[in-house]
């Protein structure tokens, strides 16, 4: 059974680098043919998609959040990061790891609180 664990600091200041890491187990993030996506909701408002790094390690991101996401990994770790920078409030969600294929998520992880605040 693939688990994934968010981890990182639930609150940030206005325009830092909001940084999470998604620890996986079960199943290696090189494997074909998954992509290894990070996934928002903001309080009140639906799900959104904020991109993907693949088995291959190439890098997709949604174009509103383009500028401001980087996805990488550390593969001797089995973990991806995501990094948003210049944040908002308007960042502030939960923020969910999962697992896809070309079709669907297939996990997901408990997801994480952050809050953009001063």
């Known amino acids: 059974q693939v688990q994934l664990q968010e981890s990182g600091p639930g609150l940030v200041k206005p325009s830092q680098t909001l940084s999470l890491t998604c620890t996986v187990s079960g199943g290696s993030i090189t494997t074909n043919y998954y992509y290894w996506s990070w996934i928002r909701q903001p309080p009140g408002k639906g799900l959104e998609w904020i991109g993907y790094?693949?088995?291959?390690?190439?890098?997709y991101y949604s174009p509103s959040l383009k500028s401001r996401t980087s996805i990488s990994r550390d593969t001797s770790k089995n973990q991806f990061t995501l990094q948003l920078s210049s944040v908002t409030p308007e960042d502030t969600a939960v923020y969910y790891c999962?697992?896809?294929?070309?079709?669907?998520?297939?996990?997901w992880g408990q997801g994480t609180q952050v809050t953009v605040s001063s």
């Open positions: 999962a697992r896809a294929n070309l079709l669907a998520v297939t996990y």
């Open positions: 790094i693949a088995y291959s390690g190439s890098t």
